[in-house]
């Protein structure tokens, strides 16, 4: 198997803090493609084997009713938005860790890795104490009945509990793919997805003399398998070819301006997950109206959603690691073709991948759910993921080449127009107002999609978020020595 750990080419050192305008290497199409794939790859199979994990959850407790799906979609909502949280903080470590790497400065890469760690603790204790103090008055934000409430309670605080681990598990995750090494992390997802598979198989009905924990035993399978992957990650980097991701306990101790700049390039991307989630959890409350059918289907299709970002996902962490490796190396021609050639292999995947999600939306209907309600809400919906699917690969990989140039608030505000300029409002004016059917509910999602993708195109193309880069390298260069003089 090869390896998707990738040596970076040489470079010209940085020796001002500006950026080139010359690039450092010629241009080679066929280079690229095959860097961006080989650092595509490993990420696309470790999110297959983690959206794997939430589709055996539905199968395993499926045939526990309707309301312990919809138990499982309500307080699945903020996990993903946990999830979301750290997942905009690795894009903040993903960015300062690359243009320290691509700068040949590995003490500042694990600065940046350590500040990146500690904001994502903070986050998530943050997050657990206020879930475990305040579940109810949550859930009844999303207008949960009752009946659905107390299944959901005991889950909602075993998923969240696991969110500390998660962020340790994902902020590593985030140094080794700076460092060009997808493929250490792809092994350890799957272990962790195995963990959690198994725990379900224990712990759902009993088996081997544990109790049949039902609801809550998946909750304890999910905090297992985050204890799992925290603990190799730690455990794996030890002795990790790359100086940059060897964390050491002297690391930990973070110069304030590292904090500051980290701080300074993860908000934007924080809100930018807040925002997006936000308003799926409006849009999700819109559903209520429609019926438990639509509840269930929609926590259904947000799992076939969530296959449907995979190959934009791993291409936005190619372009985010080229791009902020390009620009660390004082090349910013390279940083921006990283970003063309990413978007382009993007097209024609996601281009193929509609047509089968178009052509047999049926069969992975019936897959999921035996239930003919739900299966007749979700023909529309993966019909309509289908014809969007181009516009969320393409405004996906684009955020990611941006992210990595540490711009975060270009995709922030994207995400701001294409969910609350179009998504809430016109879910409101649909499912409130006017009454109309499921599909126009549903149809909104390619709306935002497509806004968003062509607000991150022209962004791209016209921006000037390589030259902004200058002045946030000469800042880099100058913290170490003030550290150090500290």
């Given at each position: 198997m090869t390896s998707a750990r990738i040596s970076s080419p040489p470079s010209s050192m940085l020796s001002s803090g500006r950026t080139s305008t010359r690039p450092s290497l010629p241009p080679d199409p066929k280079r690229d493609v095959r860097t961006i794939l080989l650092l595509t790859w490993p990420v696309v199979v470790g999110q297959l084997l983690a959206n794997?994990?939430?589709?055996?959850?539905?199968?395993?407790?499926?045939?526990?009713?309707?309301?312990?799906?919809?138990?499982v979609g309500y307080a699945s909502q903020f996990l993903m938005l946990t999830q979301a949280t750290l997942m905009a903080l690795g894009a903040a470590c993903v960015a300062m860790m690359a243009r320290a790497i691509g700068a040949r400065d590995d003490a500042r890469a694990r600065r940046a890795f350590a500040a990146n760690l500690w904001l994502a603790i903070a986050v998530t204790v943050a997050t657990l104490v206020v879930?475990?103090?305040?579940?109810?008055?949550?859930?009844?934000?999303?207008?949960?009945?009752?009946?659905?409430?107390?299944?959901?309670?005991?889950?909602?605080?075993?998923t969240i509990g696991s969110a500390p681990l998660m962020a340790i598990a994902?902020?590593?995750?985030?140094?080794?793919?700076?460092?060009?090494?997808?493929?250490?992390?792809?092994?350890?997802?799957?272990?962790?997805?195995?963990?959690?598979?198994?725990?379900?198989?224990?712990l759902l009905t009993g088996v081997w003399g544990l109790p049949a924990l039902g609801l809550k035993g998946a909750g304890f399978a999910t905090l297992g398998s985050q204890l799992v992957g925290a603990a190799c990650f730690i455990?794996?980097?030890?002795?990790?070819?790359?100086?940059?991701?060897?964390?050491?306990?002297?690391?930990?101790?973070?110069?304030?301006?590292?904090?500051?700049?980290?701080?300074?390039?993860a908000w934007p991307a924080v809100v930018e997950r807040f925002a997006m989630n936000a308003a799926t959890l409006v849009y999700f409350r819109f559903l209520g109206g429609y019926g438990v059918e639509a509840v269930a289907a929609y926590?259904?299709?947000?799992?076939?959603?969530?296959?449907?970002?995979?190959?934009?996902?791993?291409?936005?962490?190619?372009?985010?690691?080229?791009?902020?490796?390009?620009?660390?190396?004082?090349?910013?021609?390279?940083a921006r073709r990283a970003g063309r050639v990413s978007s382009q292999l993007g097209a024609a995947i996601a281009v193929s991948l509609a047509g089968v999600f178009i052509l047999l939306r049926a069969p992975l209907a019936r897959l999921f759910t035996p239930d003919p309600a739900v299966v007749a809400a979700l023909d529309p919906f993966i019909l309509l993921l289908g014809v969007g699917l181009p516009f969320l690969v393409l405004h996906f990989t684009l955020a990611g080449a941006l992210r990595g140039a540490g711009d975060t608030l270009t995709p922030l505000w994207a995400a701001a127009v294409g969910n609350w300029v179009f998504r809430v409002p016109l879910g409101y004016l649909c499912a409130q107002l006017l009454h109309v059917e499921l599909f126009w509910v549903w149809s909104i999602m390619i709306v935002d999609h497509v806004s968003r993708a062509a607000w991150l195109h022209h962004a791209f193309e016209h921006g000037r978020w390589h030259e902004r880069l200058g002045a946030a390298m000469r800042r880099q260069s100058r913290a170490p020595r003030v550290a150090d003089a500290a």
């Open positions: 794997a994990v939430p589709i055996f959850d539905l199968l395993m407790l499926g045939k526990y009713g309707t309301t312990t799906l919809a138990a879930t475990w103090i305040f579940p109810v008055e949550l859930l009844h934000l999303l207008a949960v009945k009752d009946s659905v409430t107390h299944l959901a309670v005991p889950y909602l605080r075993l994902l902020t590593y995750e985030s140094a080794y793919r700076a460092a060009r090494d997808t493929f250490k992390p792809m092994l350890i997802v799957g272990l962790c997805a195995l963990t959690k598979v198994l725990g379900n198989a224990l455990f794996i980097s030890r002795a990790h070819r790359h100086s940059a991701v060897r964390l050491g306990l002297s690391d930990l101790r973070v110069p304030l301006s590292t904090l500051r700049e980290a701080f300074a390039i926590n259904v299709g947000v799992r076939i959603l969530a296959f449907t970002w995979i190959p934009g996902l791993g291409l936005s962490v190619a372009a985010a690691t080229m791009v902020g490796q390009a620009l660390g190396a004082g090349d910013a021609d390279r």
